[in-house]
């Protein structure tokens, strides 16, 4: 069970702080529910019924300065996983992206990354849907980056690279 001023990492919409559990009537019964808020944008708040394991398992805690390095180290040797057939690879990134893993979300990103490489090589562009997701999960590993390591978000790719 999360706590006020854990600080969590909330399905797609990046890193928040607990701000409190309490009890709240948003049915018509009082429920517990964690109520969050995104440390870049105070202006909205997420209400995550505690018992709604559905919605609780997409709260994480932000990775630590320890983990982000051993990601950060298994990047080069991090495995492709460019799907042939797009559909099935539209299920399996937005999977990957909902269940958020970090490691998986790292491998989403080197794939497309080289992907994106190898159509430039053509004067083609990714997909949309490849680019959407790109931006996605680089958006959420670039967040809890930035967090965890107390740098700006726009400094997160040159201390990614200047750490391989």
Request: a negative charge; aromatic letters at 10%.
């Amino acid at each position: 069970m999360f706590k006020p001023e854990d600080i969590v990492v909330y399905s797609t919409y990046g890193v928040c702080r607990v701000d409190a559990v309490e009890e709240r009537d948003f049915t018509g019964s009082a429920e517990k529910y964690y109520i969050l808020r995104p440390v870049g944008d105070s202006r909205n708040t997420f209400y995550v019924p505690v018992a709604n394991e559905n919605l609780t398992r997409l709260m994480r805690k932000v990775l630590t300065r320890e983990e982000i390095q051993e990601l950060i180290n298994i990047m080069p040797d991090d495995d492709y996983i460019w799907i042939e057939d797009e559909f099935q690879r539209k299920e399996e990134y937005r999977r990957i992206i909902r269940d958020g893993d970090r490691a998986e979300l790292v491998k989403l990103i080197k794939t497309l990354y080289i992907h994106r490489k190898e159509r430039s090589e053509f004067k083609k562009k990714l997909h949309s849907a490849d680019e959407h997701f790109l931006k996605e999960a680089e958006n959420l590993l670039h967040d809890e980056f930035a967090y965890v390591l107390g740098i700006k978000r726009e400094e997160v790719i040159p201390y990614i690279r200047s750490h391989i």
